[in-house]
């Protein structure tokens, strides 16, 4: 027999003499007076689920981070270069630029900014 990693206790509502019901297979429908019927998970489960969304609290704040590292270090990068743009090759200037924007894409992992650049890449910034 396998271990149910959820069970279904029955609305208060709906017990009879010997008591509430307990479900191990698919959640019961409703009752009659439109109670749900209340879901437990082993506590194991519990603990995965717990620790999956820790890890990814973890890395969205480790993103965030340096989302905000990597902008910074491309508004910079762009501010330099707009700065000397009478003495640099703004084509270059341009095209350099250009990558370093879909590369800050690639490490938000944006991919509404990583499509655009895959059109764009075939003829976009030369």
């Known amino acids: 027999m396998s271990e149910h990693t959820r069970i279904y206790l029955q609305p208060e509502c709906c017990a009879g003499e010997e008591g509430r019901l307990w479900c191990q297979d698919n959640e019961p429908e409703t009752c009659p007076d439109g109670e749900n ?8 489960e519990y603990d995965e689920v717990k620790a999956r969304l820790e890890r990814g609290t973890t890395r ?3 993103l965030e981070d340096s989302e905000e590292v990597a902008a910074r270090e ?24 250009y990558q370093r924007i879909i590369n800050l894409a690639n ?11 895959d059109v764009a890449g075939s003829g976009g910034a030369q």
């Not at 019927?37 to 194991?44: A, G, Q, S």
């Not at 990068?77 to 700065?83: C, D, F, G, I, T």
């Open 37 to 44: 019927w209340t879901p437990y998970i082993l506590l194991r």
């Open 60 to 62: 969205i704040a480790a």
């Open 74 to 97: 491309l508004l910079f990068w762009w501010a330099e270069r707009l700065s000397n743009a009478p003495s640099e090759n703004l084509r270059q200037v341009v095209k350099e630029g």
């Open 107 to 117: 490490v938000l992992e944006d991919p509404s900014i990583r499509i655009r650049s």
